[in-house]
């Protein structure tokens, strides 16, 4: 079996699908309810925009150096994510700014309609990524350099940010890959792996952390 980049996609469709039940069952009448979309999509643009940073400054320039440019589209779709982004947040600003409850309704379901097509817009870019690039990944580049192209995205972490995104990511992937994602951290980088290690315990049911405790020892 090779080495899977992407993983943290199995996270990024879970978060945006959770958005989509959120603005579906939001009552636009109430400022508070419309904060918490307003709040829930700042949270998801920080993530897609390190994300697609990622995949355009480490991942992407690795295949244009061995000569293969497949990933253009996937770039343009986080160029175009840019645009989608802004009508996405101005409809949310009409919202807020508006007084009238009709029109906070029907801007409402624009919006829930706008954002649900730009969930199964992003379900389609992630897997092309993972069943057209990760293929040519696989070809040009032996396990160990996939695995440094990832150590840039921890290294690039500060250790409250690594705490915060793993105990996140963690609960939507199964126990293969909290294994390989702990590895390569404790690999990467043991002291950050040693405070890591302390603050997610806590997180990981007792069978599973002790055999993680074993494997990583
Ligand atoms: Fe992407
Ligand atoms: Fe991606």
Redesign the pocket.
């Known amino acids: 079996m090779r080495y899977k980049l992407?993983r943290?996609?199995k996270y990024?469709s879970c978060a945006v699908n959770d958005v989509v039940r959120l603005i579906a069952k939001t009552d636009f009448t109430s400022l508070t309810e419309t904060e918490k979309v307003t709040k829930a999509l700042q949270g998801l643009w920080a993530v897609l925009a390190w994300?697609?940073q990622y995949?355009d400054e480490i991942l992407h320039p690795m295949l244009s150096q061995k000569g293969v440019y497949s990933y253009a589209q996937?770039e343009a779709d986080h160029l175009e994510n840019k645009q989608k982004i802004i009508a996405i947040d101005n409809l949310l600003i009409a919202i807020t700014e508006s007084s009238n409850a009709e029109d906070q309704i029907e801007f409402g379901c624009q919006l829930y309609l706008r954002f649900r097509k730009f969930s199964a817009e992003n379900l389609e870019?992630?897997d092309l990524?993972e069943v057209l690039l990760l293929p040519e990944f696989h070809r040009f580049y032996s396990d160990s350099e996939l695995r440094d192209a990832e150590f840039e995205v921890y290294k690039s972490m500060s250790i409250e940010h690594m705490i915060h995104a793993i105990k996140t990511m963690f609960s939507y992937m199964n126990r293969q890959d909290r294994f390989v994602i702990l590895n390569d951290i404790k690999i990467c980088d043991a002291v950050r792996f040693a405070a890591l290690w302390q603050a997610i315990q806590i997180d990981i049911e007792p069978a599973e952390r002790a055999d993680l405790a074993h494997k990583l020892s």
């Open positions: 992407y943290e996609h990024i994300h697609s995949e996937l870019h992630l990524e």
